[in-house]
């Protein structure tokens, strides 16, 4: 049984795990380094074979949406519950899209 959000709340590997730190990913601290820290594709041998082109694939996809699209969380949560079934997630949480408005270029 392999449960790779367990290590990505474990405090031996990510000081306050439940606090968001985008600077944990900071080259100095890239704690996600950590050898069994972060596991979103697997580990070892049944690491998935798609892992690379996955990373690639959400990157462009996220550029192309915040291109065109503003993303709008409502309500605003002062601070969100979260419910694990069976990986953590947020409760009552809505993420809308709304198109971006076009810029005229002068000619």
Do not use: K, N, W
């Not at 041998?45 to 969380?73: M, N, Q």
Request: aromatic share 8%.
């Amino acid at each position: 049984l392999f449960a790779p959000t367990v290590s990505h709340r474990l405090a031996s590997c990510y000081p306050a795990p439940e606090v968001f730190d985008l600077h944990r990913y900071d080259p100095d601290r890239a704690e996600h380094r950590t050898p069994g820290a972060f596991l979103p594709y697997g580990v070892g041998v049944h690491i998935c074979l798609g892992a690379g082109i996955a990373d690639a694939l959400i990157v462009a996809t996220l550029a192309r949406l915040l291109a065109h699209y503003e993303p709008l969380i409502h309500p605003q949560p002062d601070r969100l519950r979260i419910r694990a079934r069976p990986t953590p997630a947020p409760v009552g949480f809505r993420l809308q899209l709304s198109p971006r408005q076009r810029t005229s270029q002068a000619a």
